[in-house]
Nanobody, 114 residues
């Protein structure tokens, strides 16, 4: 059974930092394309960052230079380091694993307050 469990969300002040974690079981993260998506109220889910099985990374323009995706193979965990947070980063952040099938975590709330 595949489980993706996100953690690390919370309330942070404008300009602050958070590190999200996605602990995986049932998939080996370095064999999958691992993504972080986010969904704000009333908006579509959007891809924020991605790391491929060969460690290529992708970032949405809105987070480029502020967010960093990484992977710890020993812990089978993917991270999203978020710096210089803005109010528009407020959303539920979801971890996604994609190979033949795609799997989703439940999400973790990130709220940036001014």
């Amino acid at each position: 059974q595949v489980q993706l469990v996100e953690s690390g969300g919370g309330l942070v002040q404008l300009g602050g930092s958070l590190r999200l974690s996605c602990a995986a079981s049932g998939v080996i993260v370095n064999m999958y394309t691992m993504d972080w998506y986010r969904q704000a109220p009333g908006k579509q889910r959007e891809l924020v960052a991605q790391i491929s099985s060969d460690s290529n990374t992708y970032y949405d323009d809105s987070v480029k230079g502020r967010f960093t995706i990484s992977r710890d193979n020993a812990k089978n965990t993917v991270y999203l380091q978020m710096n210089s947070l803005k109010s528009e980063d407020t959303a539920v952040y979801l971890c996604h694993a994609q190979r033949v099938y795609g799997y989703w975590g439940q999400g973790t709330q990130v709220t940036v307050s001014s």
